[in-house]
């Protein structure tokens, strides 16, 4: 979420700043895949299984260990022709250090994204210092250039072509065996000290987690269909097992709160006063979870790059949030402690109970900078988090900054919309260990929300421009129609848009979508559509059976109590009027502008209390936390959360379980 300089905020506004998100410049288009989609005779195409056997052959390196490297670096997807943040290509990611060296003698001028990879910010900000690897060998990116040279073709040929880019993985990953003075052999625990090597990863903590990750990707096995349509599959080798198997613990920062398997920086957030009339920033002091429990963590995205991002944070009339994600290669700074309340999420409700996790992208350039390495380090992260403040691991608890609730009606318009449609929440929740799944028969009355990633790629526009298409994009969102069928008008959001604007496929415009792993209701079905309870609407979206973009949920869902014809629904739980002290001023109820009437349903995962804290001076110790007898229930009302009092609402109980849980692996459903 992109924060431009601002002047300083009145206290009435304080904790959020109204912003627009920025819309990237579009990326130079990138020539054609020259591996096919599909064989002539319509079956899926398996020239890039072939080519990772034929390589792995002709180099002598196990094919597991190059595939195991192309799926963490990439997901073995190609985005032919188009670098990464970080200058790399291909499934094998390889990096052009000569392009982004002396642009007068590459290709073609530098886009923007390798222009500032290149700058002397960004190389401030590489994983350098005490834990460099010190066995005397130099650590280099997976480099295009020499790829090239080692299989004589030309460089252009490795970023558009994936079949020599895997070539050039795969003579770049012998020569470094060979470096080493290790054998070419067919064992894939001899390439530990290799693959540690092979993303360019100084510091020794950050390269043995990556190197890790190779080898739990070989151990369980992977399948899934690439952006290009590729079905692509590793089977399983339980046995491997690398001599290395552990990292070494990070030498961090006294203040950093991090997992001991990942290098974590800290550079401070300032809370101090701002002027004489106790303005400050540009967080608040607390003591959770002593003071209040910690309930969610939001998903941010930057919608900036991330050295702005991290002038943003050290700036007191600013916003702030907890922790920072770099997109190159996944490296993590923290900013605030997480007993204190960042200012990130534009609900004063929800950053009091919320941890925020900003990820260094722009929503509309998704295969450029939400890499496998950053979704990795997040992942980590959050894991650590939610097991440390006892977070449940589902989507009405880890959710983007376009899922938090409006804590008042007007304020519906500003609120965000990142990390956005292509943010992959499924694969997420996969590296969570918390995978999206059936809980229910395909026809109960809950749904989970789970289109297939790879090969779900509604249209969208506002990438390249206002009104412009978006190449088409594995995606986490689902269209919602007022009717049936797919020429029917897309549902509107009143309070997104007051003035009776219909919603539109913009990439920022979440007015009609819902997203992966979000539960809804069931509202009714007609052949391939079903309807869900949405926003006080039934809203329509397409869920074939041999293609659903939707499956059975088991859960909890609240509906009004009998003789309650509507009843409020709110962006924020806050205390009844009698738990506010005479010196506090209550603030007011500001229903959103939906309709939740008699005979809807909506799901809930979770109770809370009303809570309330009085910011309207500088403190230098935490504000006391004013707790009401009032619960309400989070429900999933839109694209969106919302909160309902519990006094308004009954309980009902959702379908039962469908049987066990699919065997834990990289990708469960085969994707």
């Known amino acids: 979420m992109r924060r431009p300089a601002t002047p300083r905020v009145p206290a009435a506004l304080r904790g959020y700043r109204r912003t627009a998100c920025a819309i990237a410049s579009a990326a130079v288009l990138a020539p054609l895949?020259?591996?096919?989609?599909s064989g002539e005779d319509g079956s899926p195409d398996q020239r890039l299984q072939d080519a990772f056997e034929d390589a792995a052959r002709e180099y002598h390196v196990p094919r597991s260990v190059l595939m195991g490297v192309s799926y963490v670096q990439s997901r073995w997807d190609?985005?032919?022709?188009?670098?990464?943040?970080?200058?790399?290509y291909g499934p094998m990611h390889l990096v052009d250090t000569e392009r982004l060296r002396a642009p007068a003698a590459a290709a073609g001028p530098l886009t923007p994204l390798e222009a500032d990879t290149r700058s002397p910010t960004?190389?401030?900000?590489?994983?350098?210092?005490?834990?460099?690897?010190?066995?005397?060998?130099?650590?280099?990116?997976?480099?295009?250039?020499?790829?090239a040279q080692?299989?004589?073709?030309?460089?252009?040929?490795?970023?558009?072509?994936?079949?020599d880019n895997i070539r050039g993985g795969a003579a770049?990953?012998?020569?470094t065996q060979r470096q080493l003075g290790k054998p070419l052999s067919d064992n894939p625990a001899d390439w530990w000290e290799t693959v540690k090597r092979y993303p360019g990863t100084r510091d020794i903590t950050s390269a043995a987690t990556y190197a890790n990750d190779v080898f739990d990707v070989i151990r369980k096995g992977a399948r899934r269909t690439t952006a290009e349509g590729q079905r692509v599959s590793l089977a399983a080798t339980p046995g491997v097992r690398p001599r290395v198997a552990h990292p070494q613990p990070a030498r961090q920062s006294k203040e950093v709160e991090c997992p001991v398997e990942l290098s974590c920086d800290w550079l401070s957030a300032p809370y101090e006063q701002i002027d004489d009339?106790?303005?400050?920033?540009?967080?608040?002091?607390?003591?959770?979870p002593m003071d209040q429990k910690i309930e969610y963590i939001v998903i941010h995205d930057t919608e900036a790059k991330l050295p702005s991002m991290f002038d943003t944070v050290q700036d007191p009339t600013e916003a702030s949030w907890h922790y920072s994600i770099r997109s190159s290669d996944g490296h993590i700074t923290q900013h605030v402690k997480t007993k204190d309340e960042a200012w990130h999420s534009g609900n004063q409700f929800v950053n009091a109970h919320s941890i925020g996790v900003e990820h260094e992208g722009f929503l509309t350039q998704p295969g450029t900078w939400y890499t496998e390495q950053m979704y990795r380090s997040s992942a980590r992260l959050v894991r650590y988090l939610a097991k440390k403040y006892d977070v449940p691991l589902d989507r009405q608890h880890i959710f983007g900054h376009d899922n938090v609730p409006s804590p008042t009606a007007d304020s519906i318009p500003e609120m965000h919309d990142d990390p956005g449609p292509f943010w992959d929440w499924r694969h997420y929740f996969d590296l969570l260990g918390a995978p999206l799944r059936a809980t229910a028969a395909a026809n109960a009355d809950m749904v989970t929300i789970l289109p297939d990633y790879a090969t779900h790629k509604p249209a969208f526009?506002?990438?390249?421009?206002?009104?412009?298409?978006?190449?088409?994009?594995?995606?986490?969102?689902?269209?919602?129609?007022?009717?049936?069928?797919?020429d029917a008008p897309l549902i509107q959001d009143p309070g997104r848009k007051p003035d009776g604007a219909p919603s539109t496929q913009d990439a920022n415009d979440l007015g009609s979508r819902v997203s992966a792993g979000q539960d809804f209701a069931v509202a009714g079905r007609d052949g391939e559509w079903t309807a869900i309870w949405f926003q006080g609407n039934k809203a329509w979206f397409k869920n074939p059976a041999k293609h659903p973009t939707a499956v059975g949920a088991t859960g909890r869902m609240v509906t009004p109590k009998e003789g309650l014809d509507e009843i409020p629904v709110l962006g924020r739980a806050l205390p009844e009027a009698e738990a506010y002290p005479e010196d506090v001023e209550e603030p007011s109820d500001s229903p959103l502008p939906y309709h939740f009437t008699a005979g809807q349903r909506y799901v809930t995962q979770g109770r809370i209390g009303g809570s309330y804290v009085d910011r309207s001076t500088f403190a230098d110790t935490p504000e006391p936390v004013i707790k009401g007898q009032e619960g309400y229930y989070e429900i999933q009302f839109g694209h969106r959360l919302a909160y309902v009092r519990a006094s308004d609402v009954d309980v009902l109980a959702g379908p039962a379980a469908a049987g066990p849980p699919p065997a834990p692996g990289n990708d469960p459903a085969g994707r």
């Open 78 to 88: 190609s985005h032919p022709g188009a670098p990464s943040v970080a200058g790399g």
């Open 277 to 288: 009339d106790g303005a400050y920033g540009n967080h608040d002091l607390a003591d959770r």
């Open 461 to 486: 526009t506002g990438c390249a421009g206002s009104g412009k298409p978006c190449a088409p994009h594995g995606s986490s969102a689902v269209r919602l129609h007022t009717e049936p069928r797919e």
């Open 150 to 163: 080692l299989i004589a073709v030309p460089a252009v040929r490795l970023r558009t072509d994936a079949v």
């Open 172 to 175: 770049l990953l012998a020569a």
């Open 33 to 37: 895949l020259l591996v096919p989609m």
């Open 122 to 147: 960004a190389k401030a900000q590489a994983p350098t210092g005490p834990d460099d690897v010190e066995d005397g060998h130099s650590v280099q990116p997976a480099d295009l250039e020499r790829a």
